[in-house]
């Protein structure tokens, strides 16, 4: 812990206690004590687990970083009857400490100062901004990092939006319509964007490549399509919102003379109905 002063000043007992409660939801940034004649106000704080802050670092209006991470914005007032020690003494804890550990001060004037401290796998940017005598400070903190992304579109969905239809790759086993258990993953795909859009309906429509008769091929196509409406339904899509067609080998998307094209039509297209 960075030591930005002498001794930590002490409340009374109903009073400490009354701030720990209130403080519980906002507690002190760990790195940095509390100045000696102030208290913390965690009813004025508060901090988020993803923000961005913006630092000034030279004299320049150009000169400034913004930073993204876990962000803090501290309040700290003197208490009633202590002499303001004056903005400048104010800084001057800060930067010292800083420097004194190894961190940067990229900006500093008499009443706020910027700075950069490296703590192990950290880089935690500070601006301490005061009052012109010292009568309250405050810190702006954040702990840099990168968003952590939870939420993702589900490609299905969005070729659905964009052009009506999806088309997906599911593996059968060889003239049957018995799903291979790799397919599971494509089905739970589908199933997802199903539940996540609950009026979208579907045409799931059975595509083959060109081997074989064109009736054994309508029929086949037909029953792939039917099993994917089945196994949609075991997973607890309504039955109303699935209809079932096989085209067999009457609309390839890809020469079918050669492996890569014959692989590229057998597929199953999910059309959006209206």
């Keep these: 812990m960075l030591n930005l002063l002498k001794k930590l000043y002490f409340l009374p007992c109903l009073l400490v206690a009354f701030v720990s409660m209130a403080a519980a939801a906002v507690e002190e940034y760990p790195l940095f004590n509390t100045l000696e004649g102030f208290t913390y106000h965690p009813e004025m704080s508060k901090s988020t687990q993803f923000d961005t802050y913006t630092f000034k670092t030279g004299k320049t209006p150009s000169d400034k970083v913004t930073v993204e991470g876990k962000f803090f914005d501290l309040h700290y007032k003197l208490n009633k009857g202590i002499e303001a020690p004056g903005g400048l003494l104010v800084i001057r804890n800060f930067t010292n400490s800083v420097r004194q550990t190894g961190g940067e001060v990229l900006d500093e004037s008499r009443d706020s100062a910027v700075m950069r401290i490296i703590q192990g796998n950290k880089e935690i940017w500070v601006r301490v901004n005061c009052a012109a005598n010292g009568g309250w400070y405050s810190l702006n903190i954040i702990e840099k990092s990168s968003m952590k992304q939870e939420v993702a579109v589900n490609p299905l969905l969005g070729a659905i939006d964009g052009t009506g239809k999806a088309t997906v790759y599911i593996n059968f086993d060889a003239a049957s319509s018995q799903m291979k258990p790799d397919a599971e993953s494509v089905m739970k795909d589908i199933f997802t964007m199903l539940s996540q859009r609950s009026n979208l309906k579907l045409s799931i429509d059975g595509h083959t490549d060109g081997d074989g008769t064109m009736e054994r091929n309508q029929q086949l196509s037909s029953e792939r399509a039917q099993t994917v409406k089945n196994a949609l339904i075991a997973k607890g ?36 109905i209206d």
């Design 237 to 272: 899509i309504d039955p109303s919102r699935l209809v079932v067609k096989g085209y067999g080998m009457s609309m390839p998307i890809a020469d079918n003379t050669t492996e890569a094209g014959k692989a590229k039509n057998r597929r199953v297209e999910l059309v959006k």
